[in-house]
């Protein structure tokens, strides 16, 4: 054994000691192991990590920690906070897998850090170019791993491959080209041995796909687009060539079921967004819920929740699928609070419309049909002059998490009364530009509206009860055994309801826009939980005695 | 009401024409943009509608949640056309604010500066009919609008601090704010009423409000914070606390105050 070798041996053997008196020395010797799709499959089961984007494959976002409950939730403190070196807004749900946190930020950038104390490991800042095309922000949501690599979308449309243990890169593809349009900003989702991820860009003319790649080379395994092609079912409903310019964009990730093999996603708007004139016809599969084979990506099915929609209500919300009790049996469902203020419950194995009801203002349907299909109010379509109509362009909800208690049964989502004037424009379609015929005004101040967390019951489509916000947020929701629904708001709190009554249980002013959704862990026994807020991560944890 | 509604509608419009008649030259022109005709700017409106509102929102007002500035007035970033440009051209870097495509041709960036340049309402091309000193004896005299609003630091605090209130608000605005002060009332000038757990009532201006605690000024000036689950219930009145002068002064002493408020500007 050389010198270097006993000073090392030396230093090891002294660590510990230091690790107990100081709380800020990083963790020596994580556990961290490589993740198999076995643990990813059984994510429930391990609730100390928090392995994907929505916790689970189910995206249930409900977590089995119950050290932080009803009953002690107002003795929680921070723990550690995680400056982001880059000044923008943070979306980010970060991974944490045997004591490692990855958070990702804007604009494309990575972080490992010790989920204990929030101290660094190692950063990656992806290189991007200056001419990037994004319609809202330059958002990263997450990341996925397997094994030991993490893959992460960039705003420059490629998906990037990278060493849990190092931040080195080890492989890096473009997905799409940016310059016609394309980015990326959602986590991919691990199905079994290959990474499955969405795209951006329905405001810029693209064609939306869903791709699948091999976590070892990177290379393309699958790719089912959002808009069929000519000769495939489903093109007929795009008038003329307006299926090849007609976004249906998938910029947020998706759930899957191991049972039944289905990979559930969802899809934005169809473009141009508010003039549906060039492009007459359902525009499958615009606005839908797409079932695909988990190892071939064909459609098993699809649900449109908005048919020809002409004001920019994306079907981009996590699908969060349960087995409930409805009608007096045990029926797969999948949940979703859309953005056009509907909320749907649907058999997950079938695609059948079980439930649904408007679980928010709206004026621009008289409701639904008994397949779930919305009755249109006539003249809600944007105008030259401008149309007030309800739900706003951002929507009833949006991107941002929903969750469900497999404790209540119920569904959370984060749900907003609002209005706008819809316009619309006539735009040739130009490869890399704007394409979106239109735009919308708010003719009051957002403190005017009405915003709120709602709790639904799937088997009713029935809200339960609602916690009001304000203003409009777009913060996600995490539940957890303690009986919490844990989320943030646009006013800078992060607060704790209880998931069964909605009764605020707890809040914390943190000062700036919560935009992200919370996440909940362990670490040697004791529960975490952690939020982003303006530029900072926080964590918090029960006051030791 | 109908009458009176009439009345104000007509009262706006002959002020408002006499206001407008007298608006001509091209302050673009001045600064040097080439590209500054009705063509130019309706072109600049369409590359901004198609480019820019998603941000900036249709009537580029701004948005509080993209936190994308309003620019229909006093722009904080450029002070002029070619600060407009360059910020166009080359983005703000480290915000939301992308520059445009390299290959954007000059003539539409400068279309796209004179429709930004036609949101705000240039002093120099605009000749009031009433009188700026007039205007601002009004205001302390029989206006009495020095008893709500501060101006330079004199004045009340129950109104907005009117010190620049020019760069902000048109002619056309400021003359609707006094006649129509409950349209479009500013949630900062809404009134809350709260009800503590004693049922003490009080009053006062809606300083903020979140989800979770709200904090007022009262009439003399008190700050109170509360936090919601620690109050009996509160109210939001969201009219304005400024009386119609519709009844008080005369078409001309109203056109006396508009000269004076649009006057009052950093540079002045």
Same mark, same amino acid.
């Not at chain 1, 649900?303 to 797969?332: M, N």
């Given at each position: 054994?050389?010198?270097?070798?006993?000073?090392?041996?030396?230093?090891?053997?002294?660590?510990?000691?230091?690790?107990?008196?100081?709380?800020?020395?990083? @963790?020596?010797?994580?556990?961290?192991?490589?993740?198999?799709?076995?643990?990813?499959?059984?994510?429930?089961?391990?609730?100390?990590?928090?392995?994907?984007?929505?916790?689970?494959?189910?995206?249930?976002?409900?977590?089995?920690?119950?050290?932080?409950?009803?009953?002690?939730?107002?003795?929680?403190?921070?723990?550690?906070?995680?400056?982001?070196?880059?000044?923008?807004?943070?979306?980010?749900?970060?991974? @944490?897998?045997?004591?490692?946190?990855?958070?990702?930020?804007?604009?494309?950038?990575?972080?490992?850090?010790?989920?204990?104390?929030?101290?660094?490991?190692?950063?990656?800042?992806?290189?991007?170019?200056?001419?990037?095309?994004?319609?809202?922000?330059?958002?990263?949501?997450?990341?996925?791993?397997?094994?030991?690599?993490?893959?992460?979308?960039?705003?420059?449309?490629?998906?990037?491959?990278?060493?849990?243990?190092?931040?080195? @890169?080890?492989?890096?593809?473009?997905?799409?080209?940016?310059?016609?349009?394309?980015?990326?900003?959602?986590?991919?989702?691990?199905?079994?041995?290959?990474?499955?991820?969405?795209?951006?860009?329905?405001?810029?003319?693209?064609?939306?796909?869903?791709?699948?790649?091999?976590?070892?080379?990177?290379?393309?395994?699958?790719?089912?687009?959002?808009?069929?092609?000519?000769?495939?079912?489903?093109?007929?409903?795009?008038?003329?060539?307006?299926?090849?310019?007609?976004?249906?964009?998938?910029?947020?990730?998706?759930?899957?079921?191991?049972?039944?093999?289905?990979?559930?996603?969802?899809?934005?708007?169809?473009?141009?967004?508010?003039?549906?004139?060039?492009?007459?016809?359902?525009?499958?599969?615009?606005?839908?819920?797409?079932?695909?084979?988990?190892?071939?990506?064909?459609?098993?099915?699809?649900?449109?929740?908005?048919?020809?929609? @002409?004001?920019?209500?994306?079907?981009?919300?996590?699908?969060?699928?349960?087995?409930?009790?409805?009608?007096?049996?045990?029926?797969?469902?999948?949940?979703?609070?859309?953005?056009?203020?509907?909320?749907?419950?649907?058999?997950?194995?079938?695609?059948?419309?079980?439930?649904?009801?408007?679980?928010?203002?709206?004026?621009?349907?008289?409701?639904?049909?008994?397949?779930?299909?919305?009755?249109?109010?006539?003249?809600?379509?944007?105008?030259?002059?401008?149309?007030?109509?309800?739900?706003?362009?951002?929507?009833? %909800?949006?991107?941002?998490?929903?969750?469900?208690?497999?404790?209540?049964?119920?569904?959370?989502?984060?749900?907003?009364?609002?209005?706008?004037?819809?316009?619309?424009?006539?735009?040739?379609?130009?490869?890399?530009?704007?394409?979106?015929?239109?735009?919308?005004?708010?003719?009051?101040?957002?403190?005017?509206?009405?915003?709120?967390?709602?709790?639904?019951?799937?088997?009713?489509?029935?809200?339960?009860?609602?916690?009001?916000?304000?203003?409009?947020?777009?913060?996600?929701?995490?539940? %957890?055994?303690?009986?919490?629904?844990? %989320?943030?708001?646009?006013?800078?709190?992060?607060?704790?309801?209880?998931?069964?009554?909605?009764?605020?249980?707890?809040?914390?002013?943190?000062?700036?826009?919560?935009?992200?959704?919370?996440?909940?862990?362990?670490?040697?026994?004791?529960?975490?939980?952690?939020?982003?807020?303006?530029?900072?991560?926080?964590?918090?944890?029960?006051?030791?005695? | 009401?109908?009458?009176? %509604?009439?009345?104000?509608?007509?009262?706006?419009?002959?002020?408002?024409?006499?206001?407008?008649?007298?608006?001509?030259?091209?302050?673009?022109?001045?600064?040097?943009?080439?590209?500054?005709?009705?063509?130019?700017?309706?072109?600049?409106?369409?590359?901004?509608?198609?480019?820019?509102?998603?941000?900036?929102?249709?009537?580029?007002?701004?948005?509080?949640?993209?936190?994308?500035?309003?620019?229909?007035?006093?722009?904080?970033?450029?002070?002029?056309?070619?600060?407009?440009?360059?910020?166009?051209?080359?983005?703000?870097?480290?915000?939301a604010m992308l520059p445009v495509a390299a290959d954007l041709p000059d003539a539409q960036v400068w279309q796209l500066v004179a429709y930004i340049g036609s949101l705000s309402t240039n002093p120099a091309n605009i000749d009031l009919p009433g009188s700026v000193t007039g205007g601002a004896r009004l205001f302390t005299d029989k206006g009495e609008c020095n008893s709500c609003h501060m101006i330079d630091g004199q004045g009340g605090r129950l109104g907005p601090d009117l010190s620049r209130i020019g760069e902000r608000r048109s002619p056309e605005e400021l003359l609707s704010d006094m006649l129509n002060p409950?349209?479009?009332?500013?949630?900062?000038?809404?009134?809350?009423?709260?009800?503590?757990?004693?049922?003490?009532?009080?009053?006062?201006?809606?300083?903020?409000?979140?989800?979770?605690?709200?904090?007022?000024?009262?009439?003399?000036?008190?700050?109170?914070?509360?936090?919601?689950?620690?109050?009996?219930?509160?109210?939001?009145?969201?009219?304005?606390?400024?009386?119609?002068?519709?009844?008080?002064?005369?078409?001309?002493?109203?056109?006396?105050?508009?000269?004076?408020?649009?006057?009052?500007?950093?540079?002045?």
């Open positions: 054994m050389n010198k270097l070798s006993l000073l090392l041996c030396g230093i090891f053997l002294a660590l510990p000691l230091q690790a107990q008196e100081d709380p800020f020395q990083t @963790v020596i010797t994580p556990a961290f192991s490589p993740v198999t799709w076995e643990r990813l499959v059984n994510a429930e089961s391990e609730p100390e990590n928090w392995m994907m984007y929505s916790g689970t494959l189910d995206s249930q976002r409900y977590s089995r920690l119950d050290q932080i409950n009803t009953g002690n939730v107002t003795e929680l403190e921070m723990k550690w906070s995680y400056q982001i070196p880059v000044i923008d807004r943070a979306e980010t749900v970060p991974t @944490v897998v045997d004591g490692i946190m990855f958070i990702t930020e804007a604009p494309s950038n990575l972080t490992a850090v010790d989920a204990r104390t929030g101290r660094v490991y190692w950063r990656y800042d992806h290189e991007l170019p200056e001419d990037l095309r994004i319609c809202c922000g330059r958002n990263n949501r997450g990341v996925a791993i397997l094994g030991e690599t993490l893959f992460m979308s960039t705003l420059d449309a490629h998906l990037v491959a990278i060493d849990a243990r190092t931040g080195n @890169v080890l492989w890096d593809v473009e997905v799409a080209d940016y310059e016609a349009g394309y980015s990326k900003t959602a986590a991919p989702l691990i199905v079994k041995d290959k990474v499955v991820t969405g795209i951006a860009g329905g405001e810029f003319g693209i064609r939306g796909f869903i791709d699948a790649y091999d976590p070892v080379t990177g290379e393309l395994e699958w790719r089912t687009y959002a808009i069929p092609g000519p000769g495939e079912p489903g093109n007929d409903s795009w008038s003329g060539d307006s299926w090849k310019t007609g976004g249906a964009a998938t910029w947020i990730t998706g759930s899957y079921d191991p049972g039944l093999n289905l990979i559930y996603w969802g899809t934005g708007n169809p473009g141009p967004d508010w003039n549906g004139d060039v492009r007459l016809g359902d525009n499958l599969y615009s606005d839908s819920a797409l079932a695909l084979n988990g190892d071939t990506g064909e459609i098993a099915w699809h649900f449109q929740f908005t048919p020809h929609d @002409v004001h920019d209500y994306d079907s981009i919300q996590v699908p969060i699928l349960a087995d409930i009790e409805y009608q007096g049996s045990t029926r797969k469902v999948m949940m979703w609070a859309n953005r056009n203020a509907f909320f749907y419950t649907i058999d997950r194995e079938t695609g059948e419309f079980l439930e649904g009801e408007a679980y928010a203002t709206q004026t621009w349907a008289q409701g639904l049909d008994l397949n779930g299909r919305p009755i249109p109010t006539p003249g809600m379509a944007p105008t030259y002059e401008g149309i007030l109509v309800s739900p706003p362009i951002v929507g009833a %909800t949006n991107w941002y998490s929903p969750a469900y208690s497999q404790q209540t049964g119920l569904f959370y989502v984060t749900s907003f009364d609002g209005e706008q004037e819809f316009f619309k424009r006539d735009e040739d379609y130009e490869e890399g530009e704007r394409f979106t015929g239109g735009g919308g005004r708010y003719n009051q101040p957002m403190d005017a509206f009405h915003s709120s967390i709602r709790a639904i019951n799937p088997a009713t489509a029935q809200i339960e009860w609602e916690f009001p916000i304000m203003p409009r947020s777009s913060a996600g929701i995490t539940t %957890t055994a303690g009986g919490i629904v844990f %989320t943030g708001s646009a006013d800078g709190y992060f607060f704790a309801l209880n998931a069964a009554s909605g009764e605020e249980l707890w809040h914390i002013s943190l000062g700036a826009r919560v935009h992200a959704a919370p996440m909940t862990y362990a670490i040697d026994g004791q529960q975490f939980v952690t939020i982003a807020s303006g530029n900072v991560v926080y964590t918090f944890g029960l006051k030791e005695n | 009401m109908g009458n009176l %509604t009439t009345q104000l509608r007509h009262l706006a419009t002959a002020t408002l024409s006499g206001l407008f008649l007298a608006t001509s030259g091209s302050f673009a022109e001045d600064a040097g943009n080439l590209y500054n005709t009705n063509f130019d700017i309706n072109a600049g409106l369409r590359y901004f509608e198609r480019q820019c509102s998603r941000c900036h929102g249709f009537d580029a007002k701004g948005n509080d949640e993209t936190g994308a500035p309003d620019l229909t007035g006093r722009l904080a970033r450029a002070s002029s056309d070619v600060g407009i440009y360059n910020i166009i051209r080359t983005g703000i870097p480290g915000t409950h349209t479009d009332v500013a949630p900062r000038w809404w009134t809350m009423r709260v009800t503590d757990n004693n049922g003490t009532v009080r009053e006062g201006l809606r300083m903020n409000e979140d989800s979770f605690s709200l904090r007022i000024m009262d009439e003399d000036s008190n700050l109170w914070s509360y936090p919601k689950n620690q109050i009996a219930s509160f109210e939001r009145l969201e009219t304005s606390t400024m009386p119609s002068y519709t009844q008080t002064l005369s078409d001309s002493e109203v056109d006396d105050l508009v000269a004076y408020l649009f006057s009052l500007r950093k540079e002045n």
